[in-house]
């Protein structure tokens, strides 16, 4: 008898704050906060994963010099400078300083420069092609000074040229026209039955390399692609989401994107991680077509159990939030797919 009373009891609470109390706290944001600070925790994840990355990102620029994120959007802004027309005889002043500060912490701690990898090319020519065209100011002149002996005045153009702003050239364009992209686009749909076939990691490695070309506020790539193909583990994590059941233990690989909020120093940059991710799961999802490959994204909604049990299943940090689930694998010929017609051109499109 107690137990129902309870039950019940519950369940009227639960039915208040779904139904009847948003209605009233709605009405402005103060109210809003109010209920999702004494009544709703559904946000409360996000705050403290948005707090941590914000709190990392000021400590590794603002106490330990050493910003990747920050250095790879300020690198991205400066090209942004190099690329204006008219181009600005100064710019960049504002945060020349701490790019510089970021670049060199980062710069010394590669052993040569054959070593830094292209995205350290990158600043390093970047930067370099700044100091060669920007005018003096004392600041300018004092950070040039900074950069030259960083780099030990080797800052000219390499055999392999300059990784800087440059202009297309048409002829080098992909051959790929509309007709045969869009059929790529129609021949991916979301496929939940494959064959118990190894995936072969270098043809993965090909579609992440593809995905890192998809655009990214900024160029930060505020997310990574966590890939598994043992066995033991694609059954775990396909057991987490919900929505593989009937064909979770179908999937050969499974791959968890995650979006880093380190990157941002910021809340108003709080759903770039989801955005970014999104625009490089797609093109993922595209490259594994043209390898023989499918996929099925699978659908991550904020539910604070299957958030715990993936951040610790993923060793997650604080500042660090599943975007998307995705199996893949090769596809099994006899294994339908949804036929799932989409909305037409007229409901999806307005201009002006």
Same mark, same amino acid.
């Given at each position: 008898?107690?137990?129902?009373?309870?039950?019940?009891?519950?369940?009227?609470?639960?039915?208040?704050?779904?139904?009847?109390?948003?209605?009233?706290?709605?009405?402005?944001?103060?109210?809003?906060?109010?209920?999702?600070?004494?009544?709703?925790?559904?946000?409360?994840?996000?705050?403290?994963?948005?707090?941590?990355?914000?709190?990392?990102?000021?400590?590794?620029?603002?106490?330990?010099?050493?910003?990747?994120?920050?250095?790879?959007?300020?690198?991205?802004?400066?090209?942004?400078?190099?690329?204006?027309?008219?181009?600005?005889?100064?710019?960049?002043?504002?945060?020349?300083?701490?790019?510089?500060?970021?670049?060199?912490?980062?710069?010394?701690?590669?052993?040569?420069?054959?070593?830094?990898?292209?995205?350290?090319?990158?600043?390093?020519?970047?930067?370099?092609?700044?100091?060669?065209?920007?005018?003096?100011?004392?600041?300018?002149?004092?950070?040039?000074?900074?950069?030259? +002996? !960083?780099?030990?005045?080797?800052?000219?153009? @390499? &055999?392999?040229?300059?990784?800087? *702003?440059?202009?297309?050239?048409?002829? #080098?364009?992909?051959?790929?026209?509309?007709?045969?992209?869009?059929?790529?686009?129609?021949?991916?749909?979301?496929?939940?039955?494959?064959?118990?076939?190894?995936?072969?990691?270098?043809?993965?490695?090909?579609?992440?390399?593809?995905?890192?070309?998809?655009?990214?506020?900024?160029?930060?790539?505020?997310?990574?692609?966590?890939?598994?193909?043992?066995?033991?583990?694609?059954?775990?994590?396909?057991?987490?989401?919900?929505?593989?059941?009937?064909?979770?233990?179908?999937?050969?690989?499974?791959?968890?994107?995650?979006?880093?909020?380190?990157?941002?120093?910021?809340?108003?940059?709080?759903?770039?991680?989801?955005?970014?991710?999104?625009?490089?799961?797609?093109?993922? +999802? !595209?490259?594994?077509?043209?390898?023989?490959? @499918? &996929?099925?994204?699978?659908?991550? *909604?904020?539910?604070?159990?299957?958030? #715990?049990?993936?951040?610790?299943?993923?060793?997650?940090?604080?500042?660090?939030?599943?975007?998307?689930?995705?199996?893949?694998?090769?596809?099994?010929?006899?294994?339908?797919?949804?036929?799932?017609?989409?909305?037409?051109?007229?409901?999806?499109?307005?201009?002006?």
């Amino acid at each position: 008898m107690v137990k129902k009373i309870i039950n019940k009891v519950k369940a009227f609470k639960k039915r208040l704050a779904q139904d009847y109390l948003p209605g009233f706290f709605c009405r402005s944001r103060r109210l809003s906060n109010l209920y999702y600070c004494l009544i709703s925790p559904a946000f409360s994840r996000e705050h403290q994963a948005v707090l941590a990355g914000k709190s990392k990102h000021f400590r590794e620029a603002k106490k330990q010099k050493a910003n990747y994120f920050l250095l790879v959007r300020n690198t991205h802004r400066i090209e942004k400078g190099l690329l204006m027309r008219p181009r600005k005889a100064q710019f960049a002043t504002s945060y020349i300083h701490e790019t510089l500060d970021s670049f060199s912490n980062i710069w010394k701690n590669c052993d040569s420069e054959k070593d830094a990898g292209s995205q350290n090319k990158w600043f390093k020519d970047v930067l370099s092609e700044y100091f060669n065209v920007v005018s003096d100011t004392p600041l300018i002149a004092e950070q040039r000074k900074k950069f030259k +002996m !960083l780099v030990n005045g080797n800052d000219t153009i @390499s &055999s392999q040229g300059r990784s800087i *702003p440059y202009c297309r050239v048409p002829g #080098e364009y992909s051959r790929v026209d509309f007709e045969e992209f869009y059929k790529l686009t129609r021949q991916r749909r979301s496929v939940r039955w494959f064959l118990p076939k190894p995936v072969p990691r270098e043809l993965i490695d090909k579609a992440v390399l593809a995905a890192s070309q998809s655009p990214s506020a900024c160029n930060r790539q505020p997310f990574e692609f966590r890939i598994f193909d043992d066995h033991q583990l694609v059954r775990k994590l396909a057991d987490i989401p919900m929505g593989t059941k009937g064909y979770g233990h179908s999937l050969p690989v499974f791959a968890v994107v995650v979006g880093n909020l380190d990157a941002y120093a910021s809340e108003r940059d709080r759903h770039v991680i989801y955005i970014d991710g999104a625009l490089a799961s797609m093109t993922f +999802m !595209l490259a594994l077509e043209t390898l023989g490959l @499918s &996929s099925c994204p699978i659908n991550w *909604p904020d539910i604070e159990e299957k958030e #715990e049990l993936m951040q610790k299943t993923l060793n997650l940090g604080p500042w660090q939030r599943p975007i998307m689930c995705l199996g893949l694998g090769y596809p099994d010929p006899d294994g339908m797919v949804a036929f799932s017609e989409k909305r037409s051109l007229d409901q999806i499109r307005n201009y002006n």
